[in-house]
């Protein structure tokens, strides 16, 4: 008989509402209530969190110990704690009895790799079964706050052409000007990430997550990491832009949170001013600033050179009027003609 609404199996798709709440409730707590709607905003991560069970589960679940979210819960909470990768094996081991052999120790290994990607959205570990173009956090040994700090350490090690990002560096722009394609993702390790020879880039969008952990003043997260990556989604899906607005709305499986993180004041939008993702800013800008616009639609849109975008439609309307001009004598000239051998008849 089940006890509670966690002991149902991960299997459960999609998840009831008595496990979101309870789930809910046990990541956040009740104090994250005040800033945000917990029951419509949570939703994107229950999606996720979805998914990576199901992800894990492959192969009948022979990979995983975790059958109920119960068990995701009891393996988490120790994570929570900062109990060492080590005495987590441990833990599993006497769950599961016996002496570890080689597979049991995979499975446990990747019984805490699971629990560490549902708690912080970030792929943790490297499993055959994951995308091959997705980053990961390695978490060998330690408590996992410290693989997190090691990987998402401040780096600052380029040189930006500029000093300031400009209020057209927006997502909505990286694809219209940029012809940048984006990439969604909910795993953090991948934000910002470049990929396809620099025709693409991967954002992560779960905004209301990143808000959640805020409210609760729980992560796992190096200190300030949070509120900085929620800066870059303020750099670009600028609240007060309506344009990005009406963009997301073709984006229907987007977090909708993304495009409520406010806007940055000038100088919020200096490369020094972000420590974490200074690197990957100044790598993206530099792709988007050396692009070229190759249609029609990338032209109308890029105004980085306002001289430049009045001369090239100036030149493109003057084409256009000689065109329709020199269609219009033509057909004036052929009605000439045509009445001229009709008079002569």
């Known amino acids: 008989m089940q006890n509670s ?11 009831p509402q008595p496990i979101v709440s309870d789930l809910t409730k046990w990541l956040w707590g009740s104090s994250s209530r005040g800033a945000i709607s917990l029951k419509a905003d949570s939703q994107p991560y229950f999606n996720f969190y979805s998914s990576k069970c199901l992800e894990y589960l492959t192969d009948g679940g022979r990979n995983i110990f975790q059958r109920t979210h119960a068990d995701v819960v009891n393996i988490s909470d120790r994570i929570l704690r900062g109990d060492e990768r080590e005495d987590l094996l441990t833990y599993i081991k006497s769950l599961k009895g016996g ?8 499975y446990a290994e990747h019984s805490i790799d699971l629990c560490a990607t549902l708690l912080t959205m970030t792929d943790i570990g490297e ?46 722009n990286l694809t219209r000007i940029g012809g940048i394609r984006i990439l969604w993702t909910s795993n953090l390790a991948n934000h910002l990430r470049l990929t396809e020879n620099d025709a693409a880039v991967f954002i992560y969008h779960h905004a209301s997550f990143l808000k959640m952990c805020q409210s609760a003043g729980r992560t796992l997260y190096p ?37 409520r993180c406010g806007t940055l004041r000038s100088r919020d939008r200096r490369f020094e001013r972000f420590q974490y993702w200074h690197d990957r800013l100044i790598i993206l800008k530099q792709a ?25 439609w100036v030149a493109i309307l003057v084409f256009a009027l000689t065109l329709f001009f020199g269609l219009v004598q033509s057909i004036e000239g052929a009605m000439q003609v045509y009445l001229a051998y009709k008079s002569m008849q």
């Open 5 to 15: 609404p966690l002991d149902r199996s991960l299997l459960t798709n999609p998840i």
């Open 99 to 106: 002496s570890p052999t080689s597979h049991s120790r995979c």
């Open 127 to 172: 499993c055959t079964f994951r995308l091959s173009m997705q980053d990961f956090v390695t978490w060998t040994a330690g408590p996992l706050r410290d693989a997190l700090t090691s990987h998402f350490s401040p780096t600052r090690s380029l040189d930006a052409r500029d000093a300031k990002l400009d209020s057209v560096f927006t997502a909505p």
């Open 223 to 259: 200190d300030g990491f949070v509120e900085e990556t929620l800066r870059t989604l303020a750099l670009l899906f600028p609240q007060s832009d309506r344009t990005v607005s009406s963009w997301l709305r073709s984006e229907p499986d987007v977090d909708r949170m993304v495009a």
């Open 288 to 312: 988007f600033d050396d692009s070229k616009p190759s249609t029609l639609t990338q032209w109308w849109w890029d105004r980085r050179d306002e001289v430049q975008w009045y001369t090239f």
